[in-house]
C-alpha cells in the first residue's frame, strides 16, 4: 500500500502570503492519479487539482500543482480568507485509494 | 447531486446499510466510491464500485465486513455494513468517480454519521 505522508501538518500564514504544501509518496505514482482537496469545517471535501497539476472547474489561479514521482506540492500563491482550510493529496493505484493524513492552513 | 442515508447509532457487532441517492448526472456511467472521516481526522477510502456493478474494491480495514453495491435503476449506491466497530465510527461519504471504472473522487455528498457505540 502506498502511503502518503503530507508536511507541514499546520502551516500558519496571514491573507496574502504564499502557501506551500507538500505530499510525499512512499513509492512513485503516476501523475495522472494525484489529487488534492479542500475541506472546510462542516463540509465536504472538494476537488481543487487533478493529475497533479490540473486545476479543477471553478478553482481560481492563484492555486497550482506540481511534482512527479514520489513529490507533489500544493501552492496557494496568496492567500484568500477562503483559503484557509484543510487540504489532503490523494493518489489511486492497483486498485487502492489512500489520502494523506492532511494540512491545515490557519489564519496566523 | 448526492444524499446519503441510513446512519445512525448501532452497537458493536451490529449492522447498518448505507445509501446514498444521485442525482443531476449519469448514475449508470460512473464509478462510485465510500470514503470515510473520523470525527476530526481525516479521510480513509471504504470502498469503490465500478459504473456497472462488476467491479468491488475494499479498504483491508472493511474487507469481509462491508459489501458495496448499486442500483442503476434507482441511480442509488449502498454500503451493506456488518459486524461493525467503535473504529467503524465515522461520517461516510459517497462521492462520484472522474471515470467509469476507477480514477479518483470529484464530486461528494454531504455524509451520513454512523456511530458504533453500546
Known amino acids: 500500500e502506498i502511503v502518503l505522508t503530507q508536511s507541514p501538518g499546520t502551516l500558519s500564514l496571514s491573507p496574502g502570503e504564499r502557501a506551500t504544501l507538500s505530499c510525499r509518496a512512499s513509492?512513485?505514482?503516476?501523475?495522472?492519479?494525484l489529487t488534492w482537496y479542500q475541506q472546510k469545517p462542516g463540509q465536504a471535501p472538494r476537488l481543487v487539482i487533478f493529475g497533479a497539476s490540473s486545476r479543477a472547474p471553478g478553482i481560481p489561479d492563484r492555486f497550482s500543482g506540481s511534482g512527479s514521482g514520489t513529490d507533489f506540492t500544493l501552492t496557494i500563491s496568496r492567500l484568500e480568507p477562503e483559503d484557509f482550510a484543510m487540504y489532503y493529496c490523494?493518489?489511486?493505484?492497483?486498485?487502492?485509494?489512500?489520502f494523506g493524513q492532511g494540512t491545515k492552513v490557519e489564519i496566523k | 447531486h448526492r444524499v446519503e442515508s441510513g446512519g445512525g447509532v448501532v452497537q458493536p457487532g451490529g449492522s447498518l446499510r448505507l445509501s446514498c441517492a444521485a442525482s443531476g448526472f449519469p448514475f449508470s456511467n460512473y464509478g462510485i466510491h465510500w470514503v470515510r472521516q473520523t470525527p476530526g481526522k481525516g479521510l480513509e477510502w471504504v470502498s469503490f464500485?465500478?459504473?456497472?456493478?462488476?467491479?468491488?474494491f475494499y479498504a483491508d480495514s472493511v474487507q469481509g465486513r462491508f459489501t458495496i453495491s448499486r442500483d442503476n435503476s434507482k441511480n442509488t449506491l449502498y454500503l451493506q455494513m456488518s459486524g461493525l466497530r467503535a473504529e467503524d465510527t465515522a461520517v461516510y461519504y459517497c462521492a462520484r468517480d472522474f471515470s467509469s471504472s476507477g480514477s479518483y473522487p470529484d464530486f461528494w455528498g454531504q455524509g451520513t454519521l454512523v456511530t458504533v457505540s453500546s
Open positions: 490523494h493518489q489511486y493505484g492497483r486498485s487502492l485509494w489512500t
Open positions: 464500485i465500478r459504473y456497472d456493478g462488476a467491479y468491488k
Open positions: 513509492q512513485s505514482i503516476s501523475s495522472s492519479y
